[in-house]
């Protein structure tokens, strides 16, 4: 049922545009009952919300050379990449608009946890800083300007971004490894 629902939904927003997409629209697509879509999801924000959030790429799309310094700008300006664009800014928007702010952490972090991770645990250079640091000082801000913005971002932006954070953090160079979830660890 889920999987016609989101196919129903995906369908929709291609042929109607966002705007057109309602829940009596995507049960008939689906060949579901509106009750039953307002049982799982609640209403249209959170079923759109749903399926962007399963379209949230996890896995890293670049491959890790060893060298934080070209790895993490590299993945920054992919990432940058991604997200700038309308459908990956339709996509946040999506993802916001059916978040309730009950679960641990937004969807659009979560989505990106890894592929830092992945990077930093790739490092032959020492790695001083957790994952969080990375989202505070790259991520967290490439969202915000994508959220509360319209216009296209300054293109180098995560990319410098990533630059500065890996100089600043190589000067205090010391431990090494980079946890998902719990920071540095030894």
Not at 106 to 114: E, G, K, N, Y
Not at 119 to 125: F, K
Request: aromatic share 4%; net charge negative; glycine share 6%.
């Amino acid at each position: 049922m889920q999987e016609a629902v989101h196919a129903a939904v995906v369908a929709l927003i291609d042929e109607l545009g966002r705007e057109g997409v309602t829940v009596p629209r995507v049960a008939a697509r689906a060949g579901v009952t509106p009750s039953t879509i307002y049982r799982r999801w609640s209403d249209i924000a959170t079923l759109v919300s749903d399926v962007a959030r399963r379209n949230l790429r996890t896995d890293c799309p670049v491959k890790p050379c060893g060298r934080l310094s070209e790895d993490l700008p590299a993945w920054a300006e992919m990432y940058q990449d991604e997200m700038d664009s309308t459908p990956g800014r339709a996509m946040v928007r999506d993802v916001l608009r059916g978040w309730d702010g009950r679960q641990k952490a937004c969807p659009l972090l979560d989505a990106v946890r890894p592929s830092i991770a992945l990077i930093c645990d790739a490092s032959v250079e020492p790695v001083n800083f957790d994952v969080e640091a990375v989202i505070d000082a790259v991520v967290a801000p490439l969202l915000t300007r994508i959220i509360f913005t319209d216009a296209p971002l300054p293109s180098t932006l995560a990319r410098d971004a990533a630059v500065a954070f890996v100089e600043r953090h190589s000067l205090n160079a010391g431990r090494s490894g980079c946890s998902q979830r719990h920071g540095v660890r030894t």
